[in-house]
């Protein structure tokens, strides 16, 4: 399994890909527990023809997007956007991106 993150600059993401499954789920669990904690959620969509989720944040706004690449029925890759040039399409695109760590 492999985590993919695109903040190009504009967002905190993972500086390169995350490929060993325990590290994968740490990283995830410690950005779903720091959504938490600013009010986010996660919508569950579709993006691009593949199952995932929109994240909000609080107010509503398009933090990131998550998409589930599954291979032979398992989560092969799990790419996430968070560059706001690349969310604006989507509607508002939220700042939490850019917030610093707390």
Not at 9 to 26: C, D, F, I, L, Y
Not at 57 to 63: I, K, L, N, P, S
Not at 65 to 72: R, S
């Amino acid at each position: 399994m492999a985590y993919h993150g695109d903040g190009s600059g504009k967002a905190r993401a993972v500086a390169k890909s995350v490929t060993e499954p325990h590290r994968v789920g740490q990283l995830l669990i410690g950005g779903l527990r720091r959504l938490r904690k600013l009010g986010a959620t996660l919508r569950p969509a579709w993006i691009n023809g593949r199952p995932g989720a929109v994240i909000v944040d609080a107010e509503g706004r398009v933090a990131s997007v998550v998409e589930l690449d599954i291979v032979d029925g398992m989560v092969h890759a799990i790419p996430t956007v968070s560059n706001p040039d690349k969310l604006s399409h989507i509607g508002p695109v939220s700042d939490i991106a850019r917030l610093p760590e707390r």
